[in-house]
């Protein structure tokens, strides 16, 4: 079992601006502790996960797949999460450039069909449309209508970013129609599976995983 990484530097102050971890931050690292035989087989050379918050998530995959050969990108709207994610990368003896931007706004086109593993946990929460597009820590779970607001704007960069043999993970919920999200990328040249689910109180978290055909 690998170890949760190290967020000791991180303090109760912090999570007034950033997402703290939670349930859905625990489902995709064990999704992702399942996932290492094929991330093993897949050796990617770039990664890049969309809004990192505290950094998390990219720690964990970063033990996993290492930090011979691969560069690993991070984004996030939120200035205090981007520091963040530099924060507990540094802690955690990682190297990971960390970029301040909306969703991939910086990244695109160099990084065009150059990703092996995208992940991104969305906000999916259901709130007022109003609510999404904060650069505070609002932006990590408000997803307007359906919870899909945010995610519906990233779907077709997917297809953009991902290499010939990547793989993109994304959290969701019950609510934001998973099988829905499925069509959607079945119609952009995507298979899909679920590769863990879990309640969380009343939320079903599924973690998806698409690939091209």
């Known amino acids: 079992m690998l170890p949760t990484p190290d967020l000791s530097h991180l303090k109760k102050k912090d999570y007034e601006h950033i997402y703290e971890p939670a349930e859905d931050t625990f489902l ?8 290492v035989p094929f991330l093993k087989e897949l050796k990617p050379t770039i990664s890049l996960e969309i809004g990192s918050g505290s950094g998390c998530v990219t720690a964990f995959v970063g033990k996993i797949i290492g930090e011979s050969n691969c560069l690993k990108y991070c984004t996030d709207i939120n200035p205090r999460a981007a520091r963040a994610t530099f924060g507990t990368a540094r802690q955690n003896q990682l190297s990971v450039d960390v970029v301040e931007t909306h969703l991939v706004d910086a990244l695109l086109p160099r990084l065009e069909n150059q990703i092996d593993l995208l992940y ?24 307007g ?18 290499s010939a043999k990547g793989a993109f993970y994304m959290v969701v919920v019950n609510e934001n ?22 309640l969380a109180g009343r939320e079903k978290l599924f973690i998806l995983k698409f690939t091209r055909v």
Do not use: C
Request: no cysteine; net charge negative; hydrophobic share 40%.
């Open 28 to 35: 995709f690292l064990d999704a992702f502790e399942d996932e």
């Open 177 to 198: 129609k998973p099988d829905d999200i499925r069509e959607i990328m079945a119609q952009d040249g995507f298979s899909s599976s679920v590769v863990k689910t879990r």
């Open 145 to 162: 209508i359906d919870g899909r607001e945010v995610i519906d704007e990233f779907l077709p960069f997917v297809k953009r970013l991902l």
């Open 120 to 143: 991104f946990n969305p906000p999916y929460v259901l709130t007022p449309s109003e609510e999404v597009g904060s650069h505070s820590v609002e932006a990590a779970w408000a997803g």
